[in-house]
C-alpha cells in the first residue's frame, strides 16, 4: 500500500461503525441482564451446594457406624427456584450449565442433581429449559404424572389446567405419560393430560378427532388424551422476521411478529424487550395510542428492569401525542414516583403539570 | 382535549452520579451507563476486530465484567476510558483465540466486515487481512494507536503494558504493516 493509500485506509477504518442501532443495543443490554442474573444464581447455587456439602460431611461424621443401607437413598434437592419469582422471569442455573427461565408463578425444584441424572419437578406455571446437550445424563422434567426426557435441546413446559403443554424450540424431547411415549422435534407442540382424572368439559376442550401428525413412521403410538396444536413460530424466527421487516421498512409487518412475540410466548423473558422496540415500531407509524400501549405493558411486564424507565417514559409521550392528556399525566406521575431523578424526570414533570 | 407536548431536554446525570447509584444496587443507573457508553465500546471492538460477529458478545462481556468490577474503579469520571479497557481485554483474548484456531489449521471464514463505506470496503478488507497475520499483542496497540488516535500514554493504559512497551509494539506492528503491505 502507498502512504496516501494508506492514509486513506485508516481515515476510513477510523470512521467506521458497526451497525449499531437501539433494537441491537437493547438486545445485548437484555443479554447483559440475563448474564448478571444467571452468575448471580450460580452464586447462590454454589453456596448452596458448599452448604448441603457441609452438612453431608457433619452427617458422616455422626453417623459413621450406620453409613450403608440398602434402601433407596432419598430424593435430594440441591437448589430450589423461588416460588414467586420476580414479574420478568426468574432463572434457575443447574451445576450441569443447564438453566431453566421461570415466568411469574412458575415453580421448579431440584429433585435429583448429580453427573448421570438431572430430574426436576414443575408444579406450577410455564418455564423455559435451555439443557446444555450431554449424552452421558439423564435430563427429566416431572409435571404431575407426566414426564419429559431430554437430550439437549431448548423446549417450554406450561401448566394449562389439568393439561401440560410441551413446546420443543431446538433439539428433540421424550414426552412419556407412564403408559405411552411420543417424541416432539424443533417447532413441534403438542398437550397432554398431566392427572390421572379425566379433565373436565370446562377445563380442557375436547381432543381432536383427526389423526395425529406427531405420530411417527415407526408406528409409535400418540399419547392417549394427546391433541396437537398448531406449531407457533419460535422467539428466534420471530424476532429475526421483525429485524428483516424493520430494516426493510415494513413496519407493519415487523408490528406483526413483535405482537406475535408477546401473544405466543408471553412467558419468554425476551418479551419485555420485544414490547418495547414494538413500541417504537408503532411510534415510527404515527400510530401514537398503540405505541403507548406496547411502551405500557413493556414497564407492566418488569417494572424494576432496564428497559422500565425508558418504557415508562415513552408511553407517557406517547400518550400525550396521542392526545390523551389525562392517561399520559398519569403515567408521568407514576415516572416520577419510581425515578424522581430519572433520566426523563424533567419532562415528565412537564406532562404531569 | 389534546395537549401540547413542551419539548425539555432531559438532564442527564453524569457519570460518577451514575456510578455511584450503581455501586450502591441501582440496576436503572447501570442501564442508563450501559446506553450511554454501549456504542462506543461496540465501536472500539469492532474497529480492532475488524468485523461485526463478534461485537454483541465483547459488549455484552464488557458490560458483565463492569457490572462485577464496579467497585474497583478508582476514578468513575474516567469511566468510558475503564469500560474500553475492559473491551480491549476483551478483544485481546478474541483474536488470540483466532490465531490459535488458525494455528491448529481452522478458518473462521468470512467475518463480515461490511459496516465499512462500499468505496473503502476494498482498502480496508486489504488492511485487515494483514493485520490477521500480526499477533494480538502488536495488533491492538497499533489499531489504538493508528486508528483509534489514542495517545501512547493511553495506548499503555488500554492494554495494560509500560509506556515503552506500548510504543515498541506499535513501532513493531507499523513495521510489519508496511512489510506484508509490500508482499514482504
Not at chain 1, 88 to 107: P, T, V, W
Not at chain 1, 185 to 211: I, W
Not at chain 1, 332 to 349: D, K, V
Amino acid at each position: 500500500m502507498a502512504p496516501d493509500e494508506n492514509d486513506k485506509t485508516r481515515k476510513a477504518l477510523g470512521s467506521a461503525q458497526p451497525p449499531w442501532d437501539e433494537l441491537r443495543e437493547q438486545r445485548v443490554l437484555v443479554r447483559v441482564v440475563e448474564a448478571q442474573r444467571r452468575d448471580a444464581v450460580r452464586r447462590r447455587v454454589a453456596g448452596g451446594l458448599a452448604a448441603v456439602g457441609a452438612v453431608v460431611v457433619v452427617g458422616a461424621l455422626g453417623l459413621t457406624a450406620s453409613l450403608w443401607s440398602p434402601a433407596e437413598p432419598p430424593a435430594r434437592i440441591v437448589g430450589t427456584a423461588p416460588r414467586r419469582p420476580a414479574a420478568s422471569g426468574s432463572s434457575l442455573a443447574l451445576a450441569d450449565g443447564s438453566e431453566a427461565i421461570l415466568s411469574a408463578g412458575a415453580s421448579v425444584q431440584v429433585r435429583e442433581q448429580s453427573e448421570d441424572r438431572v430430574a426436576l419437578d414443575q408444579s406450577a406455571g410455564e418455564v423455559l429449559y435451555d439443557v446444555r446437550p450431554n449424552r452421558a445424563r439423564s435430563f427429566v422434567v416431572r409435571l404431575g404424572k407426566v414426564e419429559v426426557l431430554v437430550v439437549g435441546t431448548r423446549f417450554r413446559l406450561a401448566w394449562a389446567g389439568e393439561w401440560v403443554r410441551v413446546h420443543v424450540e431446538h433439539g428433540r424431547v421424550r414426552v412419556d405419560d407412564g403408559a405411552r411415549r411420543v417424541e416432539l422435534t424443533a417447532g413441534e407442540e403438542m398437550r397432554v393430560l398431566a392427572t390421572s382424572e379425566g379433565p373436565s368439559a370446562a377445563q380442557t376442550r375436547a381432543p381432536d378427532p383427526s389423526p395425529d401428525p406427531l405420530e411417527d413412521a415407526t408406528g409409535e403410538a400418540s399419547l392417549p388424551r394427546v391433541r396437537s396444536v398448531p406449531s407457533v413460530p419460535s422467539v428466534e424466527s420471530l424476532l429475526a422476521s421483525a429485524d428483516a421487516a424493520r430494516g426493510a421498512g415494513r413496519l407493519a409487518e415487523a408490528a406483526n411478529a413483535l405482537g406475535r412475540i408477546a401473544t405466543f410466548h408471553a412467558g419468554d423473558p425476551r418479551v419485555t424487550s420485544a414490547l418495547f422496540t414494538l413500541g417504537r415500531v408503532e411510534r415510527s407509524r404515527g400510530r401514537s395510542a398503540a405505541a403507548a400501549a406496547a411502551f405500557e405493558r413493556c414497564w407492566r411486564r418488569s417494572p424494576r428492569g432496564p428497559l422500565a424507565e425508558d418504557a415508562i417514559a415513552e408511553a407517557a409521550t406517547s400518550w400525550a401525542f396521542a392526545g390523551d392528556a389525562a392517561k399520559a399525566r398519569s403515567i408521568s406521575a407514576r415516572y416520577l414516583e419510581s425515578f424522581p431523578r430519572g433520566t426523563h424526570a424533567a419532562r415528565m414533570r412537564a406532562l404531569s403539570d | 382535549m389534546r395537549r401540547q407536548v413542551r419539548a425539555v431536554s432531559p438532564v442527564a446525570e453524569d457519570d460518577v452520579t451514575l456510578v455511584e447509584r450503581a455501586m450502591r444496587g441501582d440496576d436503572q443507573a447501570f442501564a442508563a451507563i450501559y446506553r450511554r457508553h454501549a456504542r462506543y465500546v461496540a465501536g472500539v471492538a469492532y474497529r480492532i476486530l475488524g468485523a461485526d460477529s463478534e461485537v454483541d458478545d465483547v459488549v455484552q462481556e464488557t458490560f458483565v465484567d463492569a457490572a462485577k468490577g464496579l467497585r474497583r474503579i478508582e476514578d468513575p469520571r474516567k469511566l468510558r476510558g475503564w469500560l474500553a479497557a475492559i473491551a480491549v481485554r476483551r478483544v485481546h483474548r478474541r483474536l488470540a483465540r483466532r490465531a490459535r484456531l488458525r494455528w491448529l489449521g481452522i478458518e473462521l471464514g468470512w467475518l463480515g466486515r461490511s459496516s465499512s463505506e462500499p468505496k473503502d470496503r476494498e482498502r480496508v478488507d486489504a488492511l485487515y487481512e494483514i493485520l490477521d497475520r500480526i499477533s494480538a499483542k502488536y495488533r491492538v496497540p497499533w489499531v489504538l494507536s493508528e486508528i483509534e488516535g489514542e495517545t501512547l500514554p493511553e495506548v499503555a493504559r488500554l492494554c495494560g503494558v509500560s509506556l515503552a512497551t506500548a510504543k515498541r509494539r506499535v513501532a513493531y506492528a507499523e513495521e510489519r504493516i508496511r512489510r506484508l503491505s509490500h508482499g514482504a
